[in-house]
C-alpha cells in the first residue's frame, strides 16, 4: 500500500521561501507510470493543483504559480520536494502530496496534508 | 487556466439522489476524458471516487456514478446516505498548461 507523507515547517515568513518534502513509502517513485504532485487548500476554500513532476526530473507547474514554483525529485530518498518563493499570506493553505497515474490523470493517493502558515 | 465551474451547495434527504455539475471547457472537461470527482470529510484528505469520467476504482459504492455531455461533467449519488455528507471536487486534464484543473467544490448535504 503506497502512503505519502509530508513534512516542512508549519510557519513561514512573508517575502521568505516554503519548502516542503513528501516521502513516498510502499512504492518506488522511480516507477514509469506516475507523476508525483503537489495540491493545496487555504481554510475553507477549494484545491488548486500546483504541479507534478516525472522521476526523471521532467516538471508540470499551474502557470499562475510558475514563477515561483520549484518541484523537485530525488528518487535515491524516495522523495520529492516543493518550494515556493516570496510567499504572501495567501498563500496560507494545507498542502498535499499526492500520486498521479499518467494514464488517467488521477488522484488514487494523497497524504493527509500539511498546513503552512504565512505570517511574521 | 480557469477553475471548473460547480455549484457551491446541494442538499438531499435520505434515500434520494443528488447530481453534481462541473463546466469547464472544450481545453479541459469537452476535450478530454480525464474528468475525476473527489470526496473530502471536513479534516481529510480528498478521496478519489471515479475517474475517467464514470469508472469507479475498487471499493467506492455504485451509488456513486459519473457521466459527461459536452463541457459538463456531472456526479450522481443515488440512495443518498449520512455518510455522503461531505465536499465534493471534480477535475479535468486541461491543455492550457498539461496540468490538471480543479472544480470550486461543491457541499453536499443529507437533510
Known amino acids: 500500500q503506497v502512503q505519502l507523507q509530508e513534512s516542512g515547517p508549519g510557519l513561514v515568513k512573508p517575502s521568505q521561501t516554503l519548502s516542503l518534502t513528501c516521502t513516498v513509502s510502499g512504492g518506488s517513485i522511480s516507477s514509469g507510470d506516475y507523476y508525483w504532485s503537489w495540491i493545496r487548500q487555504p481554510p475553507g476554500k477549494g484545491l488548486e493543483w500546483i504541479g507534478y513532476i516525472y522521476y526523471s526530473g521532467s516538471t508540470y507547474y499551474n502557470p499562475s504559480l510558475k514563477s515561483r514554483v520549484t518541484i523537485s525529485v530525488d528518487t535515491s530518498k524516495n522523495q520529492f520536494s516543493l518550494k515556493l518563493s516570496s510567499v504572501t499570506a495567501a498563500d496560507t493553505a494545507v498542502y498535499y502530496c499526492a500520486r498521479q497515474d499518467t494514464a488517467m490523470v488521477t488522484y488514487g493517493y494523497w497524504g493527509q496534508g500539511t498546513l503552512v502558515t504565512v505570517s511574521s | ?111
Open chain 2, 1 to 111: 487556466q480557469s477553475a471548473l465551474t460547480q455549484p457551491a451547495s446541494v442538499s438531499g434527504s435520505p434515500g434520494q439522489s443528488i447530481t453534481i455539475s462541473c463546466t469547464g471547457t472544450s481545453s479541459d472537461v469537452g476535450g478530454y476524458n480525464y474528468v475525476s470527482w473527489y470526496q473530502q470529510h471536513p479534516g481529510k484528505a480528498p478521496k478519489l471516487m471515479i475517474y475517467e469520467v464514470s469508472n469507479r476504482p475498487s471499493g467506492v459504492p455504485d451509488r456513486f456514478s459519473g457521466s459527461k455531455s459536452g463541457n459538463t461533467a456531472s456526479l450522481t449519488i443515488s440512495g443518498l446516505q449520512a455518510e455522503d455528507e461531505a465536499d465534493y471536487y471534480c477535475s479535468s486534464y486541461t491543455s492550457s498548461s498539461t496540468g490538471v484543473v480543479f472544480g470550486g467544490g461543491t457541499k453536499l448535504t443529507v437533510l
